[in-house]
């Protein structure tokens, strides 16, 4: 569940679900997907990358050593990661013939738009929210999911 309490995660799924909705415009299923995958994977090395760079101890504001930097960095980045697998695997499925691609492409992209719900609704539960304002919470991280994921198919 650590990995659902980063803003990596959250960037992973914005990041996946938006390079999903603008890779209709490769051929095939297979170069949809290895694009998601290198772009993901490229823009988590940055982040783990610029996380490390700039690691201090959080107590002291002392530099940290850089192995130690690294490792808390992985750490703190790996959900970046975890939230490309799921609209992957339905990638993967429509590249195999194994799913229509039409429908692996919307399942993908619910799948994001699920996730961000899904966290806005565990950070109202972690806060102890009432049922109803975890619901709403999760409705609302959704949109604001949308909205994002809208304004970063715009800038590609």
């Not at 679900?17 to 995958?37: P, Q, S």
């Not at 940290?64 to 959900?79: D, F, I, K, N, T």
């Not at 013939?97 to 972690?126: C, F, K, P, S, T």
């Amino acid at each position: 569940m650590n990995a659902f309490s980063t803003e990596a995660t959250v960037y992973g799924i914005v990041l996946v679900t938006a390079l999903t909705a603008i890779g209709w415009k490769f051929e095939t299923d297979l170069e949809v997907l290895g694009f998601i995958v290198a772009t993901t994977l490229v823009f988590w090395v940055t982040h783990v990358y610029a996380r490390a760079v700039v690691a201090h101890n959080d107590k002291t504001g002392e530099p940290v050593p850089v192995r130690a930097a690294l490792a808390e960095s992985l750490r703190h980045s790996y959900g970046m990661l975890l939230a490309m697998l799921l609209p992957a695997f339905f990638l993967l499925l429509a590249a195999l013939n194994v799913m229509d691609e039409y429908v692996a492409y919307y399942i993908a992209l619910l799948v994001g738009i699920a996730m961000l719900m899904i966290i806005g609704y565990i950070v109202a539960l972690r806060n102890r929210r009432s049922w109803w304002r975890r619901i709403v919470a999760a409705v609302i991280t959704g949109l604001l999911g949308v909205i994002v994921i809208v304004l970063g198919i715009l800038a590609h």
